[in-house]
Each structure stands twice: as C-alpha cells, then as structure tokens.
C-alpha cells in the first residue's frame, strides 16, 4: 500500500503545515478525500438503488423460468438493459475504492511511517477537543461516536435499501465491531472513521433528496 499510503502522506503533512492542528488537518483530510471519491460513491449508491427496485420482477422471472436457465439468464440480462442495470455496478465502485481506504488506514494509523518530517511526529501526539492524544485510544466516546454514526450510515436516511437477511445482519453486527475496534485504534483513525461517516449520512440524504424531486417533477 506504500504507493498509495506515500501520496497520502504528502497531503496530510502539506495540510498540517497550512492547518497547524492535527485534529482539524484530520477533519480537513477526510472531507477532500471523501469529495475525490463521491462520483464513485454516488454510483455505487444509485447501482444498489436500481438493484433493489428491480428484485421483485427478478423474483417473477426466477420463479417462471425456473426449470429453463438459459431462458432465465436471457430474461434477467434483459431485464437489467431495460432498467441500465449494471450487475456488477454496485461492486466496482467500492473496489476501486478499497486500495485507497486501505491506504488511508495505513496513513492514519502509523503517520510517521509515511512522514519523516519530525516536526510532525510530535504533531501526530496532539491533543484535540477531549482528546489528550490523538496516537494513543480513546477508550469511550470516539468507539461510540463511530458505532453509531456507523449504523446511522448504514441504516438511516438515505442508505441503500437492504433485502439479504445476510446484509441486514451485518449491519447490525458491523457498528458493534467497529466500536470495538475502536478501543484499540488510534484516535486520530477513529476520528477519521466517524467523520467520513457524517460526511456519508449528508451525501446519501442529499442524494435521496434529489433523486426524490427530480421524481417529482418528472
């Protein structure tokens, strides 16, 4: 991930040097990195909506081509043209953007490994809000913080609608893992984490609500 953890780095750093606070840079950083990747996440998003609006028809087709597969597979495949369905259009985007997230994870995890600059490895032990180190675990309210905004995010206004009994359960279980994880992360990680959650909960409202008035005035 070093060529993607590097890259980064720089920016982290260069906007330590303008911001000269690391919980803020921390804020900063995670709301550029977001908007580089929104039209990948907006995509993403509107695949799983198109996904979901056309199950119940798949349903039909499933159940009246049951005993003819290759009539099966020919009448989804059309069902999907029809409706700009991309299979795998939901996937592809989060694919793209797991190197970068893993990068990020690596960056936010141990900073100075990417940044040799040694002013800023005193940086990286800064405090911030309740905070007193942003390099050593918040223990309580930045793991809940991101629990919950990491179930709002997968469950609240705006997320994708979700019909596998499997996902639903996972987005049950996944808050509870990142509030554990969370013990044990960096702050400034975890920092990261409930941001770009916020970030996520305001992207998917704002596109829920557009995507509802365009419906509106079409």
């Known amino acids: 991930m070093n060529f993607i953890a590097g890259p980064l780095g720089v920016l982290l750093k ?12 921390i804020i900063i950083f995670t709301i550029l990195i977001k908007l580089v ?10 695949q799983t909506k198109l996904m979901t609006a056309v199950q119940p028809k798949i349903k039909e087709i499933q159940e009246k081509y049951k ?4 009539k099966l ?3 989804t495949m059309e069902l999907y043209k029809e409706h700009k369905v991309n299979p795998v259009g939901g996937c592809l985007p989060l694919l793209i953007q797991l190197p970068v997230i893993f990068g990020l994870f ?5 900073p100075t490994k990417y940044i040799a600059d040694p002013r800023f490895a005193e940086a990286v032990n800064e405090g911030f809000l309740w905070i007193s ?10 793991p809940i913080l991101a629990a919950i905004t990491t179930y709002l995010s997968m469950n609240g206004p705006g997320a994708p609608p979700v019909q596998n ?6 987005n ?14 960096p702050a400034g990680l975890t920092l990261y984490w409930v941001v770009g959650n916020v970030f996520q909960m305001g992207q998917q409202y704002f596109i829920t609500k557009v995507g509802k008035t365009k419906e509106e005035l079409s």
């Open 73 to 75: 597979n020919i009448k």
């Open 133 to 142: 180190n942003l390099s050593e675990p918040d223990k309580i309210i930045l």
């Open 67 to 70: 005993n003819d597969k290759e």
């Open 106 to 110: 690596a960056v936010l995890q141990e």
């Open 37 to 46: 990747l929104l039209p990948l996440t907006i995509q993403q998003l509107k």
């Open 14 to 25: 260069f906007l330590y040097d303008v911001v000269n606070n690391y919980g803020i840079t």
């Open 165 to 170: 009994q499997t996902m639903k359960t996972m």
């Open 172 to 185: 049950m279980i996944f808050p509870i893992m990142i509030l554990w994880w969370g013990r044990s992360f």
